[in-house]
Each structure stands twice: as structure tokens, then as C-alpha cells.
RNA sequence: UGUCCGAUGGUGUAAUUGGUAACACAACUGACUCUGGAUCAGUCGAGUCCAGGUUCGAGCCCUGGUCGGACAACCA
């Protein structure tokens, strides 16, 4: 984890202003100089990039003030909630390089106690049982500038409310007939504090607690208390949570326990995805996508499918800041955080994505020549490779034009280029079929630029990838593009719908050839296919018959000038 | 219409807490290169939502607006 605090030093000097509370609560000796943070997921659905960047401020805040992080779930609801959820978030907390020890908590740990605390504030009389049903509370809740009108059970006695509310817990009530709820202020302009309700009946079972209870408590009632029995020093949150923290601190105060103190920042917007849970269940649901780990989808399951690094989301989190204003992140940010780390990680390799075959007219017949291949230029220890070269190779038909236009660098009838760690070779023939299609070229190749340089010191101005014919291993090739043709897909015309936005391109599959040392290739690993871009070994390979996903691109001045 | 929150280059985030707008991404130039990659050098681009006020001095403080977001689930 001292990757990560080095990561996150060299990125930053200022302080964000979460940052800047804490060190000024580390001043005034509060909390006896204790940092300890919590990320709350609600087990309901995947993680995605936006939470990743919670994981990120909350375990880094945590590392960065030699403090503590908890992972707590937050499962009050068990109609919504499953263990496949918990199993998956607790592998991407893992996979993004946190560790939450031994402090795995849960909310549903707290329903005792929970129960008890609101014993306690109905004996204040500042709780009371409900019989409204969820229409009626609802109507009379009035509206921000007009106050609720009270509910006729509001001023019922202790001991009836203490024995209401002991009858609800021991089921013998059914759903929805009663809730407990909160005596605050019906008049508030904060709707949160209108009495809002704590308790409600739902006899359904829990995935942890399984029938034991059938009244639940709500988010308000569960979360801060949970932060406060965990000693939370600093519950941070996102924004549209800003109004529910008064009745956070309502709580703490009635309650007399450990006072957390809430702080909330802007969520995560990134262009070109969506990142609602709804509207990425709907992708999933409507068959869209292929799946919650669909590597277009913003989860951390997809971007991990689709070969983005731990270390590169950590340096993106790093890299939005955290503040309080609504903020969309370009993903070309996501994107070179990722180059980034890959350049530096990725080992390159040959891989031809659309095929055209070169007869090398003047090489031998059988001969079969291994070459060093560099693995990667960034990083010597990755050491070198063989690559057999032979008579007919693949290259990429972008890689040649028969009438090139100015500043074209690579191969065209009559100019030479390098074949990258092979030959130059000169191109002297081009065949077509009947339709006037290239079908294959004629070469010729300089027997002294074995290994790719000249004897007599001429330059070439191009230097293309190429693999073998006779060693070349098919090997399929998704390649992704923006999930989106909209930047902003939230943002919808009337009567429209963000689906209509989704790109119509953002898979395609090509069937590549690839050089030898890709035949079984490790699931997940990344590799770099030079000049074209990096690639992550999907879970669908087999052996000799390699699945790979196009991770993000190379950057490409040439085709930026749009010449082709 | 009520309360709360926010507003700084195209996009994000800073500005030693009142001292004269910086960094990153994007875009664009050029150099270099056995990846038209990487790297390096450089350019473009905001006078800080508006109007007043306080001050020698305001992106930072005050007042009033404007615009944007959040909130009226027995969801979290």
C-alpha cells in the first residue's frame, strides 16, 4: 500500500478540502487525533467507477493519516439486497488494492442495538408508533413551503407506544400498517425532519439475519448510528445526502453517542456513460450489454474485464479531486491514466488486425528465421523474445496504399520499410482479384538488414508490425468504443430516452493474427500490440484460440490528421 | 413559490486562507524515435456568474441578484 501513498504524494501538494478538515480536527487534538473513515456500500447492485473513487478518498484518507477504513454494508432493506452483491464488492475492494482487515461490518450487526436506541427515544417521547399507512403519511407531509399536518397517533402515551412498538417487532402486525417514526418538527423547511419514519414492518427474510426480524430500520436511522458505534471519526458521503444531515446529527444528539461528523462531496460524473445503478441495471436487464462485467460498462467488473489496472483507476481517483460541485470528468482522463500505467507495464507484441499476406520474393522457400523482439522498450528487465519470421507474413492493409498520399510513411509500390525487429523490404508487386481488390503483395527483402538495420546506414521512413503466416495463431479481437455517441447521455430530448444515445459501433469483432508467443495467453494479462493498441486477455480464451479486448488505444497523430 | 449546496480556461482541480490566477487532461507546434507509440520542448486558452460594498489591495470578506444542483420513498 506505500505504492499507493506514493502514487497519490507525487500527484498532489494541495489539499482537498476534506483533507483540509481533517488536518485541522488533527490540530485541535479532536478525536484524540484519530482518522477513521468508513465506504458504506448498499448491497445491492455492482460497483462502478464512482464508487471506486469513494474507495479510493475513503481508504486513502484512511492510509494517507495512519488511520483506519471500515467496509460496512449497508443492508437494511432486505428486499433489495443479496450476497451475490456483497461477494462482488468485496472482490473489487480487494482488486482496487484496499484492505479492510478485519473491520468487515455490517448494518444488519447493529439491528439489537439499533432497536434498542430507539427504545431510548421513545421513552423521551421523541419517537412514536404510526398507524398512517405510506398514501397517508405521504399526503399529509405537506411541502417544502407548506408545513405537515400532525398525525393523529403523534401524541400517544410512552407505555402504548413502547408496547406497540414490542408488538411490531414480534410480527403481529402485517406490512406496512405501522412504522415508528421520529418527533421532530412538522413545520421544518427540511422535509428530513418532519417526522420522518424509523422503523418499518416488512416480513420478509434478510440475507444475514433471516427471519429473526420483520421491522427494519430506515437508511437515516441505520447509517449514522452505525458510523457512531463504529467510532467513525469522518463519514464521508456525496451531496445529495447534505440534507440528511441534520437528522444525522439529531441522532447523535438524542441519543448521547459518539458524534461522527458527516462531510459530503460531489459524486463522480465521467462523459460518454451513465452512472445511475437503475440505468445501468436497465442495461443489463434489456440484454444491451452483455452483463454486469461487460467490458463497455463503467463497473469495476467491466473495467477490470476490459484490462484497466488497479493502479490506474487509484491514479485517476487521485487525479478528479474532491470538491463540492457538480463536475462531469472527460474519460479521456480515465483513458490517460491508463496509458499511463500500461506503457509502463504492458508487454508488446505483433498482432496483424486485418490481414493482408506479403510474399517476400527473394527470401528462401523453407527457411525459418527467430528474431529478438523487445518486449518493452520502457522497461529493460522485460527482457527480449523470438519471433519466427518467413516467406509470407501478414501485414496490416492500412499499412500499404497503392497511391499514397504526402507524409504517407509506410509501404507503397516501389518505397521500402522496415519490418519492425526483421528486414526492410521493398515492395514490387501488388495482385488483385477480378473485383480490383488487393489480395496480396509482392516483396523483395535486403538480406543485410536482418534484425532491422541497414549496413550502409540508409534510413527507412516506416517501420510496421508483421507476423508469420505459418506460425500465426487466430486470435479474435473485441474492440470497444464509447458506449454512448452522446457525451452527456443523461441529458435526453423530449420524450427521449438515454438508450437511444447508446453507439450502435461500441462493439465490433475482428479476427486477427496474432504471433506465436499469443497462443494461451494468461486471462486478464495486458499486453500492447504495437502500433495499434493495448489488449486484455478476456475469460472467454482457449487455449490456441485467444479472446482479446481492445483496453483503450494508442494515442495516433497520423490518423488525427484524418489523410485517410 | 421553501430550505440547503455550488459557481475559477473546453474539462477537472488549485491559489501559502486578503497580496495580483497555477497544475493536469484535451487541443495545437516542433524535436526525437526500429511503435506516426513513448519521451522532450513549446503554443493556445479564464481575469474568477453579475451588480454593488469593505479594503492600499478581493477569486477569497459583506449585500443583493442570476444560473445550476439536491430535498416532499415505509429506497440508500
Not at 486513502?60 to 437494511?76: Q, V
Not at 462482488?88 to 468487515?104: A, P, Q, T
Not at 470528468?329 to 507495464?345: F, S, V
Not at 495463431?473 to 458506449?483: F, G, P
Request: charged share 30%; aromatic share 10%.
Amino acid at each position: 500500500m506505500t505504492d499507493y501513498l506514493e502514487e497519490s504524494a507525487e500527484a498532489r501538494r494541495s489539499l482537498n478540502f476534506i483533507e483540509q478538515i481533517i488536518e485541522e480536527d488533527l490540530r485541535n487534538g479532536k478525536n484524540d487525533g484519530r482518522v477513521h473513515t468508513r465506504f458504506p456500500p448498499e448491497p445491492n447492485g455492482y460497483l462502478h467507477i464512482g464508487h471506486a473513487k469513494s474507495i479510493c478518498l475513503n481508504f486513502g484518507l484512511a492510509i494517507r493519516y495512519n488511520g483506519k477504513c471500515n467496509l460496512r454494508f449497508d443492508d437494511t432493506n432486505p428486499t433489495k439486497e443479496e450476497q451475490e452483491y456483497v461477494d462482488s464488492i468485496k472482490d473489487n475492494v480487494r482488486w482496487l488494492g484496499f484492505d479492510w482487515e478485519d473491520r468487515e461490518f455490517y448494518a444488519s450487526d447493529y439491528f439489537d442495538t439499533l432497536y434498542e436506541f430507539a427504545v431510548k427515544l421513545i421513552m423521551k417521547g421523541k419517537a412514536y408508533v404510526c398507524d398512517l399507512s405510506a398514501e397517508e403519511i405521504s399526503n399529509m407531509r405537506g411541502t417544502p413551503s407548506v408545513p405537515a399536518s400532525p398525525s393523529p397517533y403523534r401524541n400517544r402515551g410512552v407505555e402504548e407506544n413502547l408496547d406497540l412498538f414490542r408488538r411490531m417487532k414480534a410480527g403481529e402486525f402485517p406490512d406496512g400498517t405501522r412504522t415508528l417514526r421520529a418527533k421532530i418538527d412538522l413545520a421544518s423547511p427540511n422535509m428530513h425532519m418532519r417526522d420522518p419514519v424509523l422503523y418499518r414492518i416488512m416480513h420478509t427474510a434478510h440475507h444475514r439475519t433471516g427471519d429473526r426480524w420483520c421491522i427494519y430500520p430506515m437508511y437515516d436511522f441505520a447509517h449514522g448510528q452505525s458510523d457512531s458505534l463504529e467510532c467513525i471519526t469522518h463519514s464521508i458521503c456525496t451531496l445529495e445526502f447534505e440534507v440528511h444531515r441534520p437528522l444525522y446529527d439529531w441522532f447523535i444528539r438524542e441519543l448521547e453517542i459518539f458524534p461522527s461528523r458527516q462531510i459530503e462531496f460531489a459524486r463522480l460524473n465521467l462523459s460518454y456513460t451513465v452512472m445511475s445503478k437503475r440505468k445501468l441495471l436497465e442495461l443489463v436487464n434489456a440484454g444491451l450489454v452483455n452483463g454486469w462485467d461487460d467490458p463497455r460498462m463503467p463497473t469495476i467488473s467491466g473495467l477490470r474485464r476490459r484490462g484497466y489496472t488497479p493502479a490506474s483507476i487509484r491514479l485517476f481517483a487521485d487525479k478528479v479531486g474532491v470538491a463540492k460541485r457538480d463536475n462531469v470528468i472527460d474519460i479521456a482522463l480515465l483513458e490517460h491514466c491508463l496509458r499511463e500505467d500500461l506503457n509502463k507495464k504492458a508487454p508488446r507484441r505483433m498482432v496483424v488486425t486485418k490481414p493482408l499476406k506479403v510474399i517476400i520474393d527473394n527470401y528462401p522457400e523453407d527457411l525459418v528465421e527467430e528474431l529478438d523482439a523487445i518486449n518493452n522498450p520502457e522497461d529493460p528487465e522485460a527482457g527480449t523474445r523470438k519471433v519466427p519470421f518467413s516467406k509470407e507474413i501478414w501485414i496490416e492493409q492500412d499499412d500499404f496504399m497503392e497511391a499514397p498520399p504526402k507524409k504517407y510513411f509506410r509501404l507503397a509500390p516501389g518505397t521500402e520499410v522496415r519490418l519492425r525487429y526483421a528486414y526492410f523490404i521493398t515492395c514490387v508487386g501488388v495482385e488483385k482479384d477480378d473485383a480490383g481488390n488487393i489480395t496480396c503483395l509482392h516483396c523483395t527483402y535486403d538480406p543485410a538488414s536482418r534484425g532491422g538495420n541497414s549496413p550502409d546506414g540508409r534510413k527507412v521512413q516506416g517501420t510496421i508490425h508483421w507476423v508469420s503466416a505459418s506460425h500465426a495463431v487466430a486470435a479474435e479481437l473485441r474492440v470497444y468504443e464509447h458506449l454512448f455517441t452522446r457525451e452527456d447521455p443523461d441529458n435526453v430530448d423530449e420524450g427521449g430516452d438515454f438508450k437511444d444515445y447508446l453507439n450502435p459501433d461500441s462493439l465490433k469483432v475482428l479476427q486477427a493474427r496474432a504471433e506465436p508467443s499469443l497462443d494461451s495467453p494468461e486471462v486478464l494479462s495486458n499486453f500492447q500490440f504495437e502500433r495499434i493498441a493495448y489488449f486484455s486477455v478476456d475469460q472467454d480464451s482457449k487455449p490456441g484460440q485467444p479472446v482479446f479486448n481492445r483496453t483503450v488505444t494508442l494515442k495516433d497523430s497520423w490518423a488525427k490528421q484524418g489523410v485517410r
